[in-house]
T-cell receptor, first 117, second 115 residues
């Protein structure tokens, strides 16, 4: 149980284009999902907290117009990197909490490697 | 402000020997503490957590962690390391000012287990 998937696992796009990354909770409902960014051999940086049916909460320094987050259902959140640039190349990881289970841990997706050329 | 520190960038241990990955925290109130492991190009896998109760917490793959309130530490341990334990380990603490369960992660510690 408590499986989170991400799609795609890898994506290469050209500078200036937009890329959408999907995060799904496969066997539980996730009212809250989190989006992280990770640079090589570094820790996870929380970008935003995604709440089902409402606007995402962005961390300080994260451009909300560049990183669009939509959490339209209890099992799906999407992150769209708009007008991507090479500096947006990174490993993006989502996580979700199984709120109904009453546990406190987050379950993480396998990550998406974005390369902007 | 709440924070987590992992003082070692890398820990090297021989297979079969005990291992310890260190974590210290700073929180207001009672801490909710977690350990996660990450293999190359993968997401994080949950290992164990401390919420309340016994200070020694047992988790997945034979790992355990000891909560020490006086030293504000939550070190990850395993009695006998395996080569397959080689990975990146993260300690995390829950942010209580947020009702969404937001986590703050330490810098990560690379564990290298040599045969």
């Amino acid at each position: 149980g408590a499986v989170v998937s991400q799609h795609p696992s890898r994506v290469i796009c050209k500078s200036g284009t937009s890329v959408k990354i999907e995060c799904r909770s496969l066997d539980f409902q996730a009212t809250t999902m989190f989006w992280y960014r990770q640079f090589p051999k570094q820790s996870l940086m929380l970008m935003a907290t995604s709440n089902e049916g409402s606007k995402a909460t962005y961390e300080q320094g994260v451009e909300k117009d560049k990183f669009l987050i939509n959490h339209a259902s209890l099992t799906l959140s999407t992150l769209t990197v708009t007008s991507a640039h090479p500096e947006d190349s990174s490993f993006y990881i989502c996580s979700a909490r199984d709120v109904l289970a009453g546990t406190h841990e987050q379950y993480f997706g396998p990550g998406t490697r974005l390369t902007v050329t | 402000a709440q924070s987590v520190a992992q003082p070692e960038d890398q820990v090297n241990v021989a297979e079969g020997n005990p291992l310890t990955v260190k974590c210290t925290y700073s929180v207001s109130g009672n801490p909710y503490l977690f350990w996660y492991v990450q293999y190359p190009n993968r997401g994080l896998q949950f290992l164990l957590k401390y919420i309340t109760g016994d200070n020694l917490v047992k988790g997945s793959y034979g790992f355990e962690a000891e909560f020490n309130k006086s030293q504000t530490s939550f070190h990850l341990k395993k009695p006998s390391a395996l080569v397959s334990d080689s990975a990146l380990y993260f300690c995390a603490v829950r942010v209580f000012s947020s009702n969404t369960g937001k986590l703050i992660f330490g810098q990560g510690t690379t564990l290298q287990v040599k045969p």
